[in-house]
């Protein structure tokens, strides 16, 4: 097997992008990623396309968007292939471009991942998320993904001694590196006092799914994020700093939570960042900067302990200790995270290796660079934690 690296990266503003249509927004991070790799104008620029995307055959009617993609990018006769994995559907995409470079049958890939879930309601796009709940025993009830995290939350409140004010700091941590990239969706940061003055106000700050609030929750948004990949032989070519898949883990758990010994334990973070840590013959105290799914604030914290950074329980402490904010032990969501970044849910798990790239190139400005940074770890988190995907991400000097 090859050591895969990335050599491109692009993405486009989160956000409403009432002007894009999806195929819009896909192309253009599509070349981006390709310029940035040095290969916008190369003829046969990759060998292989894959999209990750979760619902477009449900909010856009149109299937096959990487045939699509392809044929709009002039890439033709380039293999085209669309990843659909819920929330992690990006994540599995990148799996898929990895395992075909590693395995030596292609040596360039472009991986791109993309939704468009603004020109929907908000209720539309709430049920268009459930629909990766069980059929049977969650969807037909009413349960949605908030609502399961509402659950969630509590039972950790309850075991670990989560306090909201916890939950407050995550939110306040994203909003404030939110307002500093220029990708994300959410750009107003959010002062500490203000925050605790409307946490219990219903109208600025209305409950969502008890005890989560308006503040703890990912906005639904539009966007695409892509990378493009190649062997790290032929990577130490190209201009930018190769950086290398050190390694990567997939796990899954019971697709419904009442199934689980524990519902409070995320078995398949802690899987999926084991192997990764094995692949990558790393340990968790070796990151230096992490991008978690933090599409509820209590995910960012679970998972800050499932993954090895804290223990159980330890994760709402280094919070409020400002342990994972930019110059701490383990700065997390420098982007601003699904909380700020936004959570287009095909575009996510491409997007946060696009911001560790940025990171491990040494690129960002210093009030969002992590000093010295040399490897980084991203979670993308499909359903409820029952898919999940863990990739480690190294700099190669040159």
Request: hydrophobic residues 45%.
């Amino acid at each position: 097997m090859r050591d895969v690296a990335v050599i491109g990266v692009g993405m486009i503003p989160f956000g409403r992008r009432d002007e894009d249509s999806l195929m819009d927004m896909l192309a253009m991070a599509s070349l981006k990623a390709l310029d940035d790799a040095g290969l916008g104008d190369k003829e046969k620029a990759v060998d292989a396309v894959y999209v990750g995307n979760m619902g477009a055959g449900i909010l856009q009617h149109q299937t096959a968007l990487a045939s699509s993609l392809v044929d709009r990018l002039s890439l033709l006769p380039a293999a085209a292939e669309t990843v659909e994995n819920g929330p992690a559907s990006g994540g599995s995409a990148v799996k898929n471009g990895i395992l075909a470079v590693a395995s030596g049958y292609y040596d360039y890939v472009l991986v791109v991942g993309g939704e468009k879930m603004r020109e929907v309601t908000g209720w539309r796009a709430t049920d268009f998320v459930a629909t990766m709940t069980h059929p049977l025993a969650e969807y037909i009830y009413g349960v949605t993904l908030p609502g399961l995290a509402g659950m969630f939350t509590r039972l950790y409140m309850e075991k670990y001694g989560v306090t909201p004010e916890m939950l407050v700091e995550v939110a306040i941590k994203n909003q404030s590196m939110g307002a500093l990239n220029p990708y994300a969706h959410v750009e107003m940061a959010i002062s500490r006092e203000g925050i605790y003055e409307s946490w219990h106000s219903i109208v600025n700050n209305p409950p969502v799914a008890d005890p989560l609030r308006l503040y703890d929750a990912c906005p639904v948004s539009d966007g695409a994020a892509a990378i493009v990949l190649c062997p790290l032989e032929l990577a130490k070519k190209h201009q930018k700093t190769p950086i290398l898949i050190a390694g990567f883990g997939q796990a899954t758990d019971t697709q419904t939570l009442q199934e689980r010994d524990d519902p409070t334990d995320l078995k398949a973070v802690t899987l999926a960042a084991q192997k990764a840590f094995e692949m990558a013959k790393m340990k968790p105290s070796d990151i230096h900067v992490a991008e978690l799914h933090d599409a509820f604030t209590i995910l960012e914290i679970a998972e800050s302990e499932h993954v090895g950074f804290f223990k159980k329980g330890e994760g709402g402490k280094a919070v409020l200790q400002g342990k994972t904010r930019l110059g701490g032990q383990i700065p997390i969501n420098v982007s601003g995270g699904l909380k700020a970044r936004g959570h287009p849910v095909g575009a996510t798990g491409v997007a946060q290796i696009v911001e560790i790239v940025f990171q491990l190139r040494h690129e960002l400005p210093k009030e969002r660079q992590v000093r010295n940074a040399q490897n980084g770890l991203t979670v993308n988190f499909g359903g409820f934690g029952n898919n999940v995907l863990v990739f480690i991400l190294r700099r190669v000097e040159q």
